[in-house]
């Protein structure tokens, strides 16, 4: 598994210029720009160098391949499969995030923002960021064999990863009637859908893990529908954390 790192890279300086400046124009929540944006930026500045370290050291040119996958000659067949199998993964990723304390632990860095926009997929602990760094790199560099897919494949699968993080956490309300907004509750994840993984009481209305595909929610039973964003995003007082980079990742309590 070969990949260029400048493809993701361009695609997410894309995504936060057009999820922020579509919060100016469809706001959900004012202020678009505030001090948790600044802090996720800089975050995510701090930790993109981590990326950068394993492309590098040529961690994301594994050819282990243990399963070959041969048989898919077809690039639609192999994207396909490279997409749905790293956002089924993903989700239970993000599913053990929230149910297992060690890693809630880290996770709760992502969810101490009291706003929600584009920038927020940036907003995390270190330890959280090697996990979704890591994933792919073993499903496709160790476990998958798809040294023989089309070299567009598997950074268009990241790129899209990208472009989701970004639509379901953009600042911007979601003016659809009750029947779109039950189609994207199954095709792609939306700013609505997202916002309720984002609710302060999420010991009351704990779901919403998919990354791209609300269906995996609707699959196993972790969907929460509603068709207003909730009231109040973040973490209970208990678990609060000071809200600057250094803070956020050495879990410093508020």
Not at 107 to 117: K, M, Y
Not at 178 to 192: E, I
Request: hydrophobic share 50%.
């Amino acid at each position: 598994m070969k990949y260029d790192e400048r493809m993701t890279v361009l695609v997410q300086l894309v995504v936060l210029l057009v999820g922020v400046g579509a919060g100016f124009v469809w706001t959900r929540q004012a202020p678009v720009v505030s001090r948790t944006t600044l802090v996720n930026l800089a975050t995510g500045a701090m930790l993109y160098p981590l990326r950068l370290g394993l492309t590098f050291l040529g961690v994301t040119e594994l050819h282990v391949g243990l399963v070959p996958l041969g048989g898919l000659l077809h690039p639609a067949l192999q994207f396909l499969f490279v997409f749905l199998v790293l956002d089924f993964c993903r989700y239970w990723l993000h599913y053990a995030h929230h149910r297992v304390p060690f890693l809630w632990r880290f996770h709760r860095v992502h969810h101490s923002a009291e706003r929600v926009d584009a920038t927020l997929g940036l907003r995390m602990h270190v330890v959280d960021f090697l996990q979704l760094t890591a994933l792919p790199i073993l499903l496709f560099g160790v476990v998958f064999d798809i040294s023989a897919f089309s070299p567009w494949v598997f950074p268009t699968v990241l790129a899209l990863g990208v472009v989701a993080d970004g639509c379901e956490h953009a600042n911007v309300r979601f003016p659809l009637d009750t029947a779109w907004r039950r189609a994207w509750y199954v095709a792609w994840n939306s700013p609505l859908f997202h916002s309720w993984h984002h609710v302060r009481d999420g010991h009351l209305c704990d779901g919403n893990y998919a990354t791209c595909l609300p269906l995996w929610d609707r699959l196993f039973g972790t969907a929460v529908l509603r068709d207003e964003p909730p009231d109040a995003y973040g973490i209970e007082s208990d678990q609060a954390l000071r809200d600057d980079p250094l803070s956020l990742q050495l879990l410093r309590r508020a």
